[in-house]
């Protein structure tokens, strides 16, 4: 690949509370932003606004996670046809699971405009706790359950032959072990995800009265899980499976989003840059379609994926950084950040047109108001 100019960063604007946010100003240099990301300033203003990813010669003094991703933004301009499709439910991109783990509380909840996602846990007696899913391993896994039945068009799904080669497929480290190993914390994060209820509200209005729609479903109410974290063994799974629920079947097949596997295992360390990866995905597939920006205020998009921040001066900063580091992998999106909020404009979908955007399909919480919107054409 030919080698890049690194042109020096611009430094961005800053003014007083209540103008401009200023974090529009232009950055030329991933590696830059690379290096204000993984390094100890992460909360850094400003936004990569560079096309080209610059060659992996020379580069030096960056984290393991920094070079990740590089390397996954240089692949993908090197082949930007070799995609990885995968698939998100359109409700799990408005409403997202939790960041951290919201503690020993019976219920917890996100509501974004008038959808609201709730969660009520698995509950441990042995040590009175409530478990929650949480982080980033059940967005990846949620990502592997919805392509899956996406492609199988069956409830049932199968993890496969062995326990490492399902952890390769979510971007996870089979060979690291501990308690805190992927191996024990994936087993861990998917028993919490299948045996949690997630509930679906939607509020609507016509003729001047309110009503409400809700659907309340358990993701995994069958499954068959073997596990063996002794290295020297076979690791086989013995054919592992997991029968979705019918509701949530349903929910997660007729509407998913198309997004590239590939960026999502670039930015799998983050939950919230898998959160705004698969929202600008989602965004900009509705500007390219509609014609015009979508405009997401910053109080709105707080509530959406950022209930762990409580000031949202720090939410902000940290969608600042977080929007650099998906630039990398998606350097064709359109996304300016602005006092207001984030600005989404028509831009080229992450995954071509051609390569599955039949997916695209009306709520899946139907109501007498809801109006079914076309599916895309080929």
């Not at 596997?261 to 500007?287: M, Q, V």
């Not at 994926?305 to 939410?315: P, Q, S, V």
Request: net charge positive; charged share 25%; aromatic share 8%.
């Amino acid at each position: 690949m030919p080698n890049t100019t690194i042109a020096q960063p611009r430094t961005p604007r800053r003014r007083s509370a209540g103008k401009d946010f200023a974090v529009t100003a232009v950055t030329d240099s991933p590696i830059t932003a690379l290096e204000d990301d993984f390094s100890m300033s992460t909360d850094q203003s400003g936004t990569y606004g560079g096309e080209e990813t610059p060659s992996l010669d020379g580069v030096e003094g960056l984290s393991p996670v920094a070079m990740r991703l590089l390397q996954a933004a240089t692949d993908m301009q090197q082949s930007p046809d070799s995609y990885e499709r995968a698939f998100l439910a359109r409700q799990l991109i408005q409403c997202t699971f939790p960041h951290s783990d919201p503690g020993n509380v019976p219920i917890w909840s996100r509501t974004n405009g008038n959808l609201t996602l709730s969660i009520r846990p698995l509950y441990d007696e042995e040590k009175a706790a409530h478990k929650y899913p949480y982080g980033t391993i059940p967005r990846l896994f949620l990502y592997w359950m919805v392509t899956e039945a996406a492609r199988t068009k069956k409830r049932r799904l199968y993890l496969g032959q062995t326990y490492p080669d399902f952890m390769r497929k979510l971007g996870l480290n089979p060979s690291n072990g501990g308690v805190r190993s992927d191996s024990r914390r994936l087993k861990d994060q998917i028993e919490r995800m299948l045996r949690a209820t997630i509930s679906f509200k939607q509020t609507f209005k016509k003729d001047g009265k309110t009503g409400d729609a809700w659907l309340d479903m358990q993701i995994g109410p069958e499954a068959v899980l073997w596990w063996n974290f002794d290295r020297d063994a076979q690791n086989s799974l013995f054919e592992s499976y997991i029968e979705l629920s019918e509701k949530f079947f349903s929910a997660i097949t007729s509407s998913p989003i198309p997004l590239d596997l590939r960026a999502l295992r670039a930015l799998r360390k983050s939950p919230l840059s898998l959160d705004l990866y698969s929202l600008i995905c989602h965004k900009t597939y509705s500007a390219r379609k509609d014609g015009d920006t979508k405009t997401i205020p910053w109080e709105g998009l707080h509530r959406q994926m950022g209930a762990e921040y409580k000031e949202l001066r720090n939410f902000k900063q940290k969608v600042v950084a977080t929007v650099k580091k998906i630039r990398l992998v998606y350097p064709q999106m359109k996304v300016d950040l602005s006092e207001t909020g984030m600005h989404i404009h028509p831009a080229p979908l992450a995954i071509p047109e051609r390569a599955g955007t039949e997916a695209f399909a009306p709520p899946t919480i139907e109501v007498p108001v809801t109006r079914r919107r076309r599916m895309l054409k080929q």
